[in-house]
C-alpha cells in the first residue's frame, strides 16, 4: 500500500508559477513509476506527466510540453510538478499517481495509488 499528500495547489494569476509537492509514505518510493493527473469541472482526468522510477525518464502531455517540468527526490519520497506560465486552462484539480512499475504510463487505469488532489486556479 502506497499513501499519497498532494500539496501546493492553490490561487495564482495567469502567466505565475506553483510547485506542486506529493509525498509517498508505505512501500518502497523508488519502486514506483509516478505520475501527475488532473481533473477540471465536467471533464475526465487527463494525463499531464509521468516519471519513470529513477527520474531518467519522463513524459509530459502537449498541452503542458515546455511550461510543466515533473521531478522526483527519491530519498525524501516526494514527487515534484513545478507549473510555470500557468494559464486559465490549467485550472483543475491535481492528482499525484503511483503505478508499481518501473516504467511510464499515461493512462489512469493503470495507476494504482491516488492521492486526494490539490485544487490550482489561474485566473487572467
Known amino acids: 500500500q502506497v499513501q499519497l499528500v498532494e500539496s501546493g495547489g492553490g490561487l495564482v494569476q495567469a502567466g505565475g508559477s506553483l510547485k506542486l509537492s506529493c509525498a509517498a509514505s508505505?512501500?518502497?518510493?523508488?519502486?514506483?513509476?509516478m505520475g501527475w493527473f488532473r481533473q477540471a469541472p465536467g471533464k475526465e482526468r487527463e494525463f499531464v506527466a509521468a516519471?519513470?522510477?529513477?527520474?531518467?525518464?519522463?513524459h509530459y502531455a502537449d498541452s503542458v510540453k515546455g511550461r510543466f517540468t515533473i521531478s522526483r527526490d527519491n530519498a525524501k519520497n516526494t514527487l515534484y510538478l513545478q507549473m510555470n506560465s500557468l494559464k486559465p486552462d490549467d485550472t483543475a484539480v491535481y492528482y499525484c499517481s503511483a503505478v508499481d512499475s518501473s516504467e511510464i504510463h499515461t493512462i489512469p487505469g493503470v495507476y494504482n495509488y491516488w492521492g486526494q488532489g490539490t485544487q490550482v486556479t489561474v485566473f487572467s
Open positions: 508505505g512501500r518502497t518510493f523508488s519502486n514506483y513509476a
Open positions: 516519471i519513470n522510477w529513477s527520474g531518467s525518464n519522463t
